[in-house]
């Protein structure tokens, strides 16, 4: 759709005729919305429909630009499907992925092509997020890289360049939100406080809103495929817990929220399953303020910005406010989370993090060395 949008032509590849038909009905439901609303024309979606062409072999991929793999976040099928791409498509032809976590060096090294691979992640759901993270593996040729960032203008997207690594920058920016949001569940905070406390603070949702929106079982999958995963049983252990319970989130009618149509519902069931994981792990019971849960939600988050800088993911911590502004539900006022974290102080920042690792250990809330320097010296990340 964001290709048809701009009259660029694209070939739809599926793995069978019955995903193949669910797809573009799929599409011709999401033109269909605005036509009815008379926010698009007939005519217009006409064109983009006609701009689509469905199939089911690769080799009629054997002529286009542009390859974009979606499958699942599964590296064993990235290798299958990339393999294919290599043998198919023609030289000089860009293949992407739109993998949200998984190495793209590792993708790459599955062809005889590594500089003409590279990730475009796009947000769900992708006909609307603005924001493409835009992947350069290690090998990534400069001519691909320029063309997806003059490509992401193309579709009217904000292309944000970054560097290989498990969840590249909102991903992996974001695990320690749920992370913490998962905690303070165990700890006896009700999710709904939690969620209102972040929605109030400005975000779009709050993290359990999100994670029951994106689903459980992604989010499960996504921990199993993490190989440098912490060790730590209590990591997200109530998102495993409730998948298990066939309980997946918005899509099965039940996750961290029952549902009623869309709207969340509070479930003792959670609680009281919450409470029996907690016992089993021994983890305490606290009262927190609602000033905690922000500073748990956000300075993690920020504190993980920090290593993700000074390891060269991101090249500067305004790219890393531009991803959680336009692709996470930030409130821009906010100005994203490293512009909180100059706004708040950094000093502020490190102490309450010492707080937390005095209560918790090292393993979560130890200052990134980058973080530390900068609040000795009084100043911040876009400074």
């Known amino acids: 759709m964001n290709f048809a949008n701009v009259g660029i032509p694209v070939i739809l590849k599926e793995i069978n005729q019955e995903a193949l038909d669910r797809g573009m009905a799929i599409i011709r439901g999401n033109y269909e919305g605005p036509v009815k609303k008379g926010r698009m024309t007939q005519e217009a979606m006409d064109k983009c429909m006609a701009l689509i062409t469905p199939t089911l072999d690769y080799k009629d991929l054997s002529t286009a630009d542009l390859v974009i793999e979606a499958v699942f976040e599964t590296m064993a099928v990235k290798e299958i499907v990339f393999k294919e791409l290599d043998a198919v498509c023609k030289p000089g032809a860009i293949l992407a992925s739109n993998t949200s ?78 992370r913490e949001a998962q905690r303070m569940m165990l700890e ?38 993490w190989k440098d995963k912490p060790n730590d049983p209590a990591y997200c252990r109530m998102i495993h817990a409730l998948v298990e319970k066939g309980r997946l989130g918005q899509k099965s009618g039940a996750g961290i929220y029952k549902y009623e149509g869309r709207t969340p519902v509070a479930d003792p069931e959670v609680a009281a399953l919450a409470k029996a994981e907690a016992k089993r792990l021994g983890v305490t019971q606290v009262e927190v303020s609602d000033e905690e849960i922000i500073e748990r939600l956000l300075f993690a988050m920020i504190n993980e910005g920090a290593l993700i800088l000074e390891e060269g993911i991101a090249m500067r911590a305004s790219d890393i406010d531009v991803v959680f502004c336009n692709g996470y539900g930030m409130p821009r006022h906010r100005g994203g989370p490293m512009k909180y974290a100059d706004e708040v102080g950094l000093a502020k920042v490190v102490a309450a993090m010492e707080k937390y690792r005095a209560r918790y250990g090292d393993l979560y809330w130890t200052p990134a060395p980058l973080l530390a320097r900068l609040a000795k010296e009084g100043k911040t990340f876009n400074g």
């Open 188 to 225: 006896g905070v009700p999710p709904e406080r939690v969620d209102r406390v972040a929605f109030e603070w400005g975000m779009a949702m709050g993290p359990h809103g999100v994670s029951d929106l994106s689903g459980l079982d992604v989010f499960d999958k996504l921990n199993k495929e």
């Open 101 to 178: 976590t998984l190495n793209v060096d590792e993708i790459a090294a599955f062809t005889r092509r590594p500089e003409d691979v590279i990730g475009l992640h796009f947000f769900a759901p992708a006909n609307v997020m603005t924001l493409l993270e835009i992947v350069r593996g290690a090998k990534t040729s400069n001519e691909v890289i320029a063309t997806s960032m003059a490509l992401a203008k193309t579709i009217r997207k904000i292309g944000v360049l970054v560097r290989v690594c498990f969840g590249f920058v909102g991903n992996r920016m974001f695990f320690p939100y749920v």
